[in-house]
């Protein structure tokens, strides 16, 4: 049985790992400053659980295999500046952008893109970090050490932030799950809702983008857009090669997950169509301890990472999936007194979306 290798053993290596046995593969992530001398043999398949990663014993001995699924496309969605390229390059729609070179000034950007300028770095960033604000009224300039490291996007005064994760095989054959809808609280994803009633009208259109995407790099796998919604208009955010938080849901809320998908798709296993089985909502784990209570509340799915818990970190993640809207909401309810304080903003925003 050949092998598949993950580069990268965080959360996401782990759910891929978890999601093996279904499916019967040998699925192994790989830490990546590991000193393993690892045995690859010719025929074993390589994926990645990040999009990014520095050179190290373990990354140089995975990225010289011939069957590392997607190698050339990771560097080009990793770069903030070459993933707006490709999309501009497919007129995919995306958030107004300038690339910020040595010669760029605060005041370049300001009259392409506005009075309110995000600057973020072109790699390296995620869940809010990287970013900086520029605001025209506090004559605010680019800060050192950012130019040629970043870019800049117009403020998207956006009325719901959705997600588009969708999976690709080697024949091309393309399947997406329902959009996600999702909550960001300081650029951190807090909590998903998936199906939900109104993103059904931009189902279409987020299908059509991400596969335009995914067509154009013949990328194989799982592939995450996150999208704004302005109107009845989707706008990328960003892209990621690889499965995504916001496809967290389909673990208790679909027939295949994101995660078995992703396997099957790299494996060169069928990719069918998969039945959603009821509305899910997901709520994030973010710097707080774990509570052996959330695993008495009615229909929790709790994940917990195992990781050390610092403030910011994701470390696990909990799921509901219930046709009983009434029922899902109770749910909700009791698990937010046992969340910290700012959890009960995220429990809002789901039981006031949930359709
Ligand atoms: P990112 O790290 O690019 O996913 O951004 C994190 C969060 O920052 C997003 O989920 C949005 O809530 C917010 N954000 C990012 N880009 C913009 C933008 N151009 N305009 C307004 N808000 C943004």
Known sequence: MSTIWVLGAGQLGAMLHDAAAALDLDVRPIDIESDQQLEIKEADIVTAEREQWPETLVTRQLSANSNFVNKAIFGRLADRLTQKQILDDLNIATSPWRAVEDSTRAEDLYTALGDKVLLKRRTGGYDGRGQHWLSADQNDEIPEGWHNACIAEQKIPFEDEVSVVGVRNAEGEKVFYPLSLNLHVNGILMGTLAPVKRN??????????LGTLMDSLDYV?????ECFRVGNDLMVNEVAPRVHNSGHWSLTGSEISQFEYHLRAVANLPTPAAVTIGPSA??????????????SVPGADVYWYNKEVRAGRKVGHINF???DSIQLEASLRTLEKLLPENYSEVIDWLVDNLS
Request: overall charge negative; hydrophobic content about 45%.
């Open 221 to 225: 796998g799982v592939m995450a857009m």
């Open 282 to 295: 997901m709520v994030n784990l973010i710097g707080t301890d774990y509570v052996e209570a959330w695993r």
């Open 200 to 209: 059904a009208a931009h189902q279409a259109q987020g299908e059509n983008m």
């Open 321 to 323: 999936c219930d046709s």
